[in-house]
């Protein structure tokens, strides 16, 4: 993973001669290091130093900053996307996975390892459905991708009266993006289940933003792109269940779409926004907005 990471890296730095520094966003947790530990769709890795293994491989002396993905596009949003005008939100990412991230005054909010913000395993049902992490009823069961292509499934049954149940014989799998179409096009199960899905993400932001007293959340990733059928009932769901001093809470759909990655990864090798690789140019926890 890391030599095709570098394969990507390298004809930028042949490129840019100007390049000042390489940011990295990762799945799993990140520590104060840099290291990652356990990503949950890298096989095989359990706490790899990607810094120090990288270094070598790209012959660089520039600075290399890592942090986890959800937080570097939480980042983003922060400095140029939906966040800009807020100190404080929750940055939620809908994906393969459920991904998340506290924006706190401006900077990615750590927790005591690195792993805070982790909204995918706030569970909504203490005995639902069971999640990849060992516990039950997480929103990540529900809404990360592939568990809600197998719910779709389980929950369609018999039923003729969705075009849902074609697309599923012939052997398609019943990927959000297909059921925002079905949706869109005035299938009722696909209105009712994504409206169901909405209705639990809202109850798991709720939770959050009375936890942390958070007044916005952003939602990004690829199944936020659902709309209206997905976001408009989490909205609502989240507006009735927050306490009455979040009352002007909000959620928003991300700006910077699939880029948010990219751009937060850039701006932690600026140094200025909470980049925090002991081998980067800048310190920890300072505001956006300086650079
Ligand atoms: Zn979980």
Same mark, same amino acid.
């Given at each position: 993973?890391?030599?095709?990471?570098?394969? *990507?890296?390298?004809?930028?730095? #042949? &490129?840019?001669?100007?390049? $000042?520094?390489? /940011?990295? =966003?990762?799945? !799993?947790? @990140?520590?104060?290091?840099?290291?990652?530990?356990?990503?949950?769709?890298?096989?095989?890795?359990?706490?790899?130093?990607?810094?120090?293994?990288?270094?070598?491989?790209?012959?660089?002396?520039?600075?290399?900053?890592?942090?986890?993905?959800?937080?570097?596009?939480?980042?983003?949003?922060?400095?140029?996307?939906?966040?800009?005008?807020?100190?404080?939100?929750?940055?939620?990412?809908?994906?393969?996975?459920?991904? *998340?991230?506290?924006?706190?005054? #401006? &900077?990615?909010?750590?927790? $005591?390892?690195? /792993?805070? =913000?982790?909204? !995918?395993? @706030?569970?909504?049902?203490?005995?639902?459905?069971?999640?990849?992490?060992?516990?039950?009823?997480?929103?990540?069961?529900?809404?990360?991708?592939?568990?809600?292509?197998?719910?779709?499934?389980?929950?369609?049954?018999?039923?003729?009266?969705?075009?849902?149940?074609?697309?599923?014989?012939?052997?398609?799998?019943?990927?959000?993006?297909?059921?925002?179409?079905?949706?869109?096009?005035?299938?009722?199960?696909?209105?009712?289940?994504?409206?169901?899905? #909405?209705?639990?993400?809202?109850? $798991?932001?709720?939770?959050?933003?009375?936890?942390?007293?958070?007044?916005?959340?952003?939602?990004?990733?690829?199944?936020?792109?659902?709309?209206?059928?997905?976001?408009?009932?989490?909205?609502?769901?989240?507006?009735?269940?927050?306490?009455?001093?979040?009352?002007?809470?909000?959620?928003?759909?991300?700006?910077?779409?699939?880029?948010?990655?990219?751009?937060?990864?850039?701006?932690?090798?600026?140094?200025?926004?909470?980049?925090?690789?002991?081998?980067?140019?800048?310190?920890?926890?300072?505001?956006?907005?300086?650079?």
């Amino acid at each position: 993973v890391l030599r095709r990471i570098a394969s *990507g890296i390298e004809p930028l730095l #042949g &490129a840019h001669p100007d390049v $000042a520094s390489i /940011g990295l =966003g990762l799945p !799993g947790v @990140v520590n104060d290091r840099g290291d990652v530990s356990y990503p949950p769709n890298f096989r095989g890795w359990e706490v790899v130093a990607v810094e120090q293994e990288l270094r070598p491989i790209l012959r660089t002396d520039l600075p290399i900053a890592v942090e986890n993905d959800a937080n570097v596009a939480a980042l983003a949003e922060a400095h140029a996307g939906s966040g800009r005008e807020h100190r404080h939100f929750l940055f939620i990412t809908l994906g393969t996975g459920v991904g *998340g991230c506290i924006i706190h005054d #401006g &900077a990615i909010w750590r927790g $005591a390892t690195g /792993g805070a =913000g982790e909204i !995918g395993h @706030v569970s909504v049902d203490f005995n639902g459905r069971p999640c990849n992490c060992g516990s039950r009823g997480c929103i990540e069961a529900y809404i990360g991708h592939r568990y809600m292509s197998t719910l779709a499934l389980e929950r369609l049954g018999d039923s003729r009266s969705s075009s849902l149940r074609s697309l599923a014989d012939s052997g398609r799998e019943l990927e959000p993006k297909l059921i925002n179409e079905a949706a869109e096009s005035g299938d009722s199960f696909a209105r009712e289940f994504l409206a169901d899905m #909405g209705d639990m993400l809202g109850a $798991a932001i709720a939770s959050a933003m009375n936890l942390c007293d958070l007044h916005l959340a952003i939602v990004g990733g690829g199944t936020s792109r659902a709309g209206q059928y997905l976001i408009e009932p989490a909205r609502r769901s989240l507006r009735a269940r927050v306490l009455r001093s979040i009352a002007d809470a909000d959620l928003r759909v991300a700006h910077l779409s699939n880029d948010a990655g990219i751009i937060g990864a850039a701006l932690l090798g600026l140094g200025s926004v909470g980049a925090r690789n002991t081998t980067g140019p800048g310190t920890r926890d300072q505001g956006p907005g300086k650079k």
